[in-house]
């Protein structure tokens, strides 16, 4: 079945610590996403790629990593800079551009990230 | 900044009626546009997409797109209890450089039985 994964479901961090969470997808999609979600609030772009080596910061970028070394996979790490992580993590994928298909984004069923 | 807005709601209407969603975006090189529907803990799901000026039909979901006013919609007929949930719309400028996608904050809809 073709689709992306999200993993853990949940993680728990202590203060100070780094912690990554993990996105694939095998849909063979260009263009990878990470979104924060607040309890009763939109989703905020934390960073997005379009293409494998590269990526873009989104609107709250600070405190967060990622890389893309891999057209499958954009992992995300919470750094110890973010102050305040606790918070629900999506992931989604699509096609770069509509030549290669409808451009609708797929969602992984995200992290809810909490720090103890 | 590029923004998508929405009503926060709640949006209250009762079992059978017409629900109206609506979205303004800012950024005039949008050329995709979605609405999503994410049920309480859980991620979003793709309802309808719309890529051109006028109106799409799918089932109950009626998705109205007006280029010129910057303005998308969501209708939806005969609403039921199950269509109970936030609707996020979504908009993207496709291609290059340009491919973010932006999310608007949402809106709550409960169909009251």
């Known amino acids: 079945d073709g689709g992306i994964t999200q993993s853990p479901k949940y993680l728990f961090r202590k203060e100070g610590q780094n912690v990554t969470l993990s996105c694939e997808q095998n849909?063979?999609?260009?263009?990878m996403y990470w979104y924060r979600q607040d309890p009763g609030q939109g989703l905020r772009l934390i960073y997005y790629?379009?293409?494998?080596?590269?990526?873009q910061k989104g609107d709250i970028a600070e405190g967060y990593s990622v890389s893309r070394e891999k057209k499958e996979s954009f992992p995300l790490t919470v750094t110890s800079a973010q102050k305040n992580p606790t918070a629900f993590y999506l992931c989604?994928?699509?096609?770069?551009?509509?030549?290669?298909?409808?451009?609708?984004?797929?969602f992984g069923q995200g992290t809810r990230l909490t720090v103890v | 900044q590029k923004e998508v807005e929405q009503n926060s709601g709640p949006l209250s209407v009762p079992e059978g009626a017409i629900a109206s969603l609506n979205c303004t975006y800012s950024?005039?090189?949008?050329?995709?546009f979605f609405w999503y529907r994410q049920y309480s803990g859980k991620s979003p799901e793709l309802i309808m997409f719309?890529?051109?000026?006028g109106d799409k039909e799918d089932g109950r979901f009626t998705a109205q797109l007006n280029k010129a006013s910057q303005y998308v919609s969501l209708l939806i007929r005969d609403s039921q209890p199950s269509d109970s949930a936030t609707y996020l719309c979504?908009?993207?400028?496709?291609?290059?450089?340009?491919?973010?996608?932006?999310f608007g904050k949402g809106t709550k809809l409960s169909v009251k039985p």
């Open positions: 989604a994928s699509r096609w770069a551009d509509r030549e290669r298909g409808n451009t609708e984004a797929f």
């Open positions: 849909l063979n999609h260009d263009a």
């Open positions: 790629s379009q293409i494998v080596n590269d990526f």
């Open positions: 950024d005039r090189g949008s050329q995709s």
């Open positions: 719309i890529y051109s000026n």
């Open positions: 979504a908009v993207s400028a496709d291609g290059g450089s340009q491919g973010n996608l932006i």
